[in-house]
């Protein structure tokens, strides 16, 4: 079965303190990543996705994520986390079952909160 | 450049009406998408389309119509709404299904209540 989990339901940070957020996924094949974050009244925002090639992912807003296939993990990092990264963040793989076409697959999401 | 639309943004039912959501993009997108977001569950596919004419049964499908007769516009229709349909509801859309072009835009959000 394709899936994704996000063991964390809430991550908190204090701002200038590096932050991950964890995800690890389980799909047949070579796995399509992605974040998407959610601001509070607000629709999903792509952050970063991993597709090929290098397993250091860098995305919008300074964030990055690691590609780890030996532990199926595709953890999001900051190296100094802001107060305005708090959000819900989702981990997304893609769906590789034929009849889904493309959609994705999300986790339950991780909520972030960064102290001042 | 709007993106995604969605309407209405919030919407409160009498469980057994009936009521349609639409999505509208203007984007040239030829996949489109309905997810559903329940607290401490994520986002779950309830239809999608993969150009215009057609469309999919995802992972929640029940209760749900949907239709795709404009390239742009995607409508998810619930013909008698129930209280377990209570959720908030997102349309996204994408340009193709080419590796790598998962990137959904995403619109708002629509806020629905069955009581």
């Known amino acids: 079965a394709q899936s994704v989990a996000q063991p964390e339901d809430q991550v908190n940070v204090a701002e200038g303190n590096p932050l991950t957020v964890k995800c690890t996924y389980s799909v047949s094949g070579n796995p399509y990543l992605f974040w998407y974050v959610q601001y509070p009244n607000r629709g999903l925002q792509f952050l970063l996705k991993y597709i090929t090639g290098d397993n250091l992912v860098k995305g919008s807003y300074g964030f990055e994520a690691e590609f780890n296939k030996s532990q199926t993990s595709f953890h999001l990092k900051k190296p100094s986390a802001l107060v305005s990264d708090s959000a819900l963040y989702f981990c997304a793989v893609r769906d590789m079952r034929n009849q889904a076409g493309t959609a994705l697959i999300f986790g339950k999401g991780t909520t972030l909160s960064v102290s001042s | ?115």
């Open chain 2, 1 to 115: 450049n709007a993106g995604v639309t969605q309407t209405p943004k919030f919407r409160v039912l009498k469980t057994g009406q009936s009521m349609t959501l639409l999505c509208a993009q203007d984007m040239n997108h030829e996949y489109m998408y309905w997810y559903r977001q329940d607290p401490g569950m994520g986002l779950r596919l309830i239809h999608y389309s993969v150009g215009e004419g057609t469309t999919a049964k995802g992972e929640v499908p029940d209760g749900y119509n949907v239709s795709r007769l404009k390239k742009q516009n995607f409508l998810l229709g619930l013909e008698s709404a129930a209280p377990s349909q209570t959720s908030v509801y997102f349309c996204a859309s994408t340009l193709s299904g080419a590796p790598g072009a998962n990137v959904l835009t995403f619109g708002a959000g629509s806020r629905l209540t069955v009581l």
